[in-house]
């Protein structure tokens, strides 16, 4: 599981160790060299399992998808950011839809309950 990208799709094979790494933060933090560039990339899709090469050096938009599942693996990188925050609105801000418990209704009192007949034409 990486923690520099949530929604990783695929693992990619890093050519200099022959590795498996979910991205290149990853290689850098655990290997002792740098991720040797290439043109041609092994790839391991996270949804069917199974790898597959891309050669990067004429990469379409038709590439973008796993050729085993249709996987669409490249997708927009979500970093983890550190979020301190209420879940919901701020009652103090719009109080409309609060009911004051401390203030008791009356159960007789109803629009049902009313006679509006003469209003009906």
């Known amino acids: 599981m990486c923690k520099h990208i949530f929604n990783?799709?695929?693992s990619i094979r890093a050519p200099c160790c022959k590795q498996w790494f979910d991205c290149a933060e990853c290689?850098?933090?655990t290997q002792d060299?740098?991720?040797?560039?290439?043109t041609e990339m092994a790839f391991m899709c996270k949804k069917c399992?199974?790898?597959f090469r891309k050669d990067m050096s004429n990469y379409e938009e038709s590439d973008e998808f796993c050729?085993?599942?249709d996987n669409h693996y490249v997708i927009d990188a979500k970093t983890?950011?550190?979020?301190?925050?209420?879940?919901?609105?701020d009652a103090r801000v719009d109080a409309r839809m609060l009911k004051d418990d401390r203030v008791k209704q009356d159960p007789t009192r109803s629009?049902?309950?009313?006679?509006?007949s003469y209003r009906m034409g």
């Open 8 to 10: 990783a799709q695929v």
């Open 27 to 29: 290689h850098t933090e």
């Open 33 to 38: 060299h740098v991720l040797r560039k290439t």
């Open 49 to 51: 399992k199974k790898a």
């Open 67 to 69: 050729p085993h599942c």
């Open 80 to 89: 983890p950011q550190a979020v301190i925050g209420v879940e919901g609105e």
């Open 111 to 116: 629009i049902f309950s009313s006679d509006f």
